[in-house]
């Protein structure tokens, strides 16, 4: 059996400030339903779903992470700070990859990195 496709779906409780946020980081609407509470992302090929649904209790920590892999971490990250997100600093981590980190306004974290060790030294 195989998957034709995943797309994640991230809980909100601030619609409207999602897409924004999301929008800053290249994604494009392709669905949405504010009655519902829920919106189709796009960026490239590849998917997001956001759904106030499954956002039913706001004080549970959330313990998911989205981990982003753009074609040049540097670009993305200058794109996402010229977009206006307060993005720290890249930083390279103990497991070789060139990152930063931030959180959506409804408290969801995402990963961004590229792995930009030579071939082989991984």
Not at 21 to 40: H, I, N, P, S, T
Not at 67 to 81: K, M, N, W
Not at 90 to 99: R, S
């Amino acid at each position: 059996m195989n998957l034709e496709r995943l797309v994640p779906m991230q809980p909100v409780s601030d619609l409207e400030a999602a897409v924004a946020f999301d929008g800053k980081l290249g994604f494009r609407v392709e669905q949405r339903d504010d009655g519902l509470g829920w919106a189709r992302l796009r960026c490239g090929r590849h998917e997001l779903m956001l759904d106030r649904s499954i956002s039913l209790h706001p004080g549970i920590p959330r313990t998911a992470v989205l981990y982003l892999y753009p074609e040049d971490i540097v670009e993305f990250h200058r794109q996402a700070r010229a977009n206006g997100l307060d993005a720290p600093d890249l930083e390279t981590t103990f497991y070789g990859m060139t990152e930063f980190r931030i959180e959506d306004p409804n408290g969801n974290r995402l990963w961004i990195g590229q792995d930009r060790r030579p071939p082989g030294h991984g």
